[in-house]
């Protein structure tokens, strides 16, 4: 007998931007589990915007000023930063329109940097959502 198990390939990580939150799905949020808080950033250039987690040790080090760290919350389905100033400035510097229900971005988490880079530059429809089973 020849069994193969099925293995689900992993879901993409999706990030959803709405005028005052960012979430981030349950593929990505799993890479927030155990940060204490987060930075927040963005490179015009590449027009990615960044999240690196913090850990606890790394806040309590003082080295990092209070104003460059964000807290964020993590569900079990779900991760969530609100951080209305943020995302204004995302909005203007990339030309985002955003609607309350948010628009979604392919991320992809970058190990060597330990950061999630979200790419701006195309919004995913719901049909491709749906198709490639981002979570």
Same mark, same amino acid.
């Given at each position: ?6 293995? +689900? ?11 005052? #939150? @960012?979430? $981030? %799905?349950? *593929? ?29 040790? +790394? ?11 964000? #807290? @964020?919350? $993590? %569900?079990? *389905? ?58």
């Amino acid at each position: 007998m020849s069994i193969v198990w099925f293995n +689900e390939k992993p879901k993409e990580i999706v990030v959803t931007l709405t005028p005052v #939150n @960012i979430t $981030i %799905n349950k *593929s990505g949020s799993q890479l927030f589990e155990t940060a204490y808080q987060v930075m927040l950033g963005y490179d015009s250039t590449n027009q990615l915007m960044l999240i690196k987690p913090l850990s606890k040790d +790394e806040v309590l080090r003082g080295d990092i000023p209070e104003h460059a760290r964000y #807290n @964020i919350s $993590i %569900n079990s *389905s779900y991760g969530r930063i609100a951080n209305k100033a943020f995302i204004t400035k995302i909005i203007q510097l990339f030309n985002l329109e955003l609607n309350d229900k948010g628009s979604k971005f392919k991320a992809v988490w970058k190990p060597g940097q330990q950061l999630l880079e979200v790419n701006l530059k195309e919004v995913v429809k719901l049909w491709q959502h749906i198709c490639h089973g981002f979570g």
